[in-house]
């Protein structure tokens, strides 16, 4: 496996009883048989197995953060996808959990709805409930929470956007945060940049958290929030700068193809389109190990790690140019509408 940084070894350690519950059904289901000679595909693994494709998918990338699997991928049908296992990994799995792996009793294991019973989830015996974890977000309740939620894991985003910020507000004077939670990269820029008005746009129910958010702003006059569904209406005009963080992953590609066009046709000519995301790297792997495991019982969430090359790609064929990666612990992708 491709050296990893301390923090992804420790996720992995963290979630070591979820890594052995994986191989333990990984090895029931007779999986590691096929994906060994492989190269085998996802539609074809499942049908023969009765399996979920999407749950299978998601439990494919547990093997895959563990080191353990090559994927390939054909396009953006997750059923073309392509497995092969590393060589070996069925008799490695069998010599460490011993022989009778497969039928120890797993209800002593203290997890809840997935540990223990990934062979049912896989068949769609049994998942999360929107109690559990509601993808997308149903009620103004579920989605304050979830936005929330994610402010608390922006410290590698605040950081990488805090490092460009000579460059990527040189020029500009308005900002707009696409599904930009409750405002804390949003006040973080405005911290930053003291000519840029930056905006959040996202659902109305989380207008309150980004009005909380700024009575602590640097300038509470630069930050402000516009309520808009980006499935349902085009995104707002006015702005030479417009970011996706960590939304992109979230939907399909024809989705996010969709969402960077209507970016497209909304920024001003000249404008900046900035994606940061976490892109598929050995080291983000293991660190997603838990997410993917996680969301194996969801699916309503098609939430994956894609390689940089699909959002440069993306952002040329939709008419960008002057794209590039700007390199940090997590890396921007920006690109200029033409103008």
Same mark, same amino acid.
């Given at each position: 496996m491709t050296e990893m940084s301390p923090r992804a070894l420790m996720s992995l350690l963290f979630n070591g009883a979820k890594a052995v519950d994986v191989l333990e059904t990984a090895l029931e289901l007779g999986l590691l048989d096929e994906l060994e000679p492989g190269p085998v595909r996802l539609a074809d693994l499942a049908e023969r197995h009765g399996l979920k494709p999407l749950r299978l998918y998601k439990f494919l990338d547990c093997l895959e953060s563990l080191g353990m699997l090559r994927r390939e991928d054909h396009g953006d049908d997750l059923a073309d996808t392509e497995y092969r296992a590393v060589p070996g990994l069925r008799d490695a799995v069998v010599a460490a959990l011993g022989p009778d792996a497969i039928e120890r009793d797993r209800d002593t294991y203290p997890w809840r709805v997935l540990h223990g019973r990934l062979a049912d989830s896989l068949r769609g015996e049994v998942g999360?409930?929107?109690?559990?974890?509601?993808?997308?977000?149903?009620?103004?309740?579920?989605?304050? =929470?979830?936005? =929330?939620?994610?402010?608390?894991?922006?410290?590698? &985003?605040?950081?990488?956007?805090?490092?460009?910020?000579?460059?990527?507000?040189? $020029?500009?004077?308005?900002?707009? +945060? *696409? $599904?930009?939670?409750? $405002?804390?990269?949003?006040?973080?820029?405005?911290?930053?940049?003291?000519?840029?008005?930056?905006? *959040?746009?996202?659902?109305?129910? &989380?207008?309150?958290?980004?009005?909380?958010?700024?009575?602590?702003?640097?300038?509470?006059?630069?930050?402000?929030?516009?309520?808009?569904? #980006?499935?349902?209406?085009?995104?707002?005009?006015?702005? +030479?700068?417009?970011? #996706?963080?960590?939304?992109?992953?979230?939907?399909?590609?024809?989705?996010?193809?969709?969402?960077?066009?209507?970016?497209?046709?909304?920024?001003?000519?000249?404008?900046?389109?900035?994606?940061?995301?976490?892109?598929?790297?050995?080291?983000?792997?293991?660190?997603?190990?838990?997410?993917?495991?996680?969301?194996?019982? &969801?699916? =309503?969430? *098609? =939430?994956?790690?894609?390689? *940089?090359?699909?959002?440069?790609?993306?952002?040329?064929?939709?008419g960008f140019d002057h794209v590039e990666v700007l390199p940090s612990a997590w890396e921007l992708v920006v690109a200029r509408k033409p103008g």
């Amino acid at each position: 496996m491709t050296e990893m940084s301390p923090r992804a070894l420790m996720s992995l350690l963290f979630n070591g009883a979820k890594a052995v519950d994986v191989l333990e059904t990984a090895l029931e289901l007779g999986l590691l048989d096929e994906l060994e000679p492989g190269p085998v595909r996802l539609a074809d693994l499942a049908e023969r197995h009765g399996l979920k494709p999407l749950r299978l998918y998601k439990f494919l990338d547990c093997l895959e953060s563990l080191g353990m699997l090559r994927r390939e991928d054909h396009g953006d049908d997750l059923a073309d996808t392509e497995y092969r296992a590393v060589p070996g990994l069925r008799d490695a799995v069998v010599a460490a959990l011993g022989p009778d792996a497969i039928e120890r009793d797993r209800d002593t294991y203290p997890w809840r709805v997935l540990h223990g019973r990934l062979a049912d989830s896989l068949r769609g015996e049994v998942g999360m409930t929107e109690d559990d974890f509601a993808w997308p977000p149903q009620t103004d309740e579920q989605t304050a =929470s979830f936005e =929330s939620s994610m402010s608390l894991g922006l410290g590698p &985003v605040l950081e990488v956007f805090h490092r460009y910020a000579d460059r990527l507000w040189d $020029g500009r004077r308005r900002f707009l +945060d *696409v $599904g930009g939670g409750a $405002g804390t990269l949003a006040a973080s820029v405005v911290a930053d940049a003291p000519h840029v008005h930056a905006d *959040v746009y996202n659902l109305a129910a &989380v207008g309150p958290l980004v009005e909380q958010t700024r009575t602590r702003c640097a300038d509470p006059a630069r930050l402000g929030f516009v309520a808009g569904d #980006f499935f349902a209406e085009p995104l707002p005009g006015g702005y +030479d700068t417009m970011a #996706f963080v960590r939304v992109l992953h979230d939907w399909p590609a024809d989705v996010a193809r969709r969402l960077v066009e209507s970016a497209y046709a909304a920024l001003e000519l000249g404008g900046r389109l900035v994606i940061c995301e976490e892109f598929r790297t050995p080291d983000r792997l293991a660190m997603q190990f838990f997410w993917s495991y996680f969301l194996i019982g &969801v699916d =309503s969430c *098609v =939430s994956r790690l894609r390689d *940089v090359s699909f959002y440069t790609e993306l952002l040329e064929k939709t008419g960008f140019d002057h794209v590039e990666v700007l390199p940090s612990a997590w890396e921007l992708v920006v690109a200029r509408k033409p103008g």
